[in-house]
């Protein structure tokens, strides 16, 4: 492996190539079947490098969830528009989550899956970055249920008991989408969107919510 | 510990009530800590003998997660009345699944959180069980569509799609309630019944769903 060429790079850039390659190992093929020989190859570098950078798999496979963490809390953020209507926000916000989680199927599956089959310590990792999610998700729907004025009084603990709804409504249905060929993104969103806003009762009904009219409904992928 | 009286009974009695013990400690302990001195002792029982039956930690908590699993899906099954309207059949579906996972945290510890952290082996029990409840779950909201016949062509993929964000709500919520104080198995229902069948839209405008007249709102617990 000491072989492998490295040019000289900042240690910074190496070791995001190193997190990306294990992102994708880990991934795809799990935990316990990644092999640090794997990672090594896969990002170019001698074995010895990403021991001295990253010091154990223990250690890259928690780097690598914090990354993939703070991303994803980055990108569901980066989505939100505040200054929109309540099921505008909620639109925004869910096609940024299907949208990274779709693009990043390998990510997904650390946070989602990896990450808590594989011991307490980094399930705790998922868990820190998930409940920063449904303090947003919260925050989100108090307000909305501020601004609309005909329901002030939404009590804070159905408003709580909500945002788990929603955050657990959409963890499943993004490793849905991901497992089930030909399901874009936006279709992900669109049913989490009907289920969270209309309802199965108005979908009965068949009066599923609209995505707003400027954005094409053909639009494909993300 | 052979010195515990362990009076003669029926092998299948003793082992139900080692499983007894192993999902209280699991369920409270996790997976890890839990010690087979303590579930042993905790049966009332020696630990070879616990050893001799189940045979090991890992076939005992394997043992732990098939029997509540099926217990649990058997109390969905039970609970949901096919000869009902839609919004009653899923009012009385979550009202047995909240009551159940009220009743029986320790059991909903080890197949939500336990099971899920502690190995590939282990989180595959779960899944099976997972995709059981989301295949009645699909069934059920297909049939309430065809019922419903104002929209019969609700597409076999958005089916799918909502019965995933119905189970992973019901899932994440179920886990929110059990370690939330005062949440009861009724409150965490209506919630999800609000959620799913209302949607964020009524209840924004001041339109929740309402329980049935019969059964009175004040009832405690389950």
Known sequence: MGAVKTKRMPRAVREQQMLDAAVRTFGQRGYMAASMDE????????????YLYLNSKEDLFTACIRREATALVAAIRA???????????LWAGLRAFFAHTAQHPDAWSV??????THGEVFAAEVTAMRDEIVTFVTQLIAAAAREAHRNPDL???????????????AESLAAWANATEGVTARQAATTLMNFAWSGLGDLMAGRPWSPPEEEPLTRPGG
């Not at 989505?79 to 926000?89: H, M, N, S």
């Open 39 to 50: 990672i090594a190859e896969l990002a170019g570098v001698s074995k010895p490098l990403v």
């Open 79 to 89: 989505g939100v528009r505040t200054d929109l209507p309540a099921d505008r926000q």
């Open 111 to 116: 946070l989602h899956l990896q990450a808590r």
């Open 155 to 169: 009590p804070e603990r159905e408003v709580a008991g909500l945002a788990e709804a929603l955050v657990g409504a």
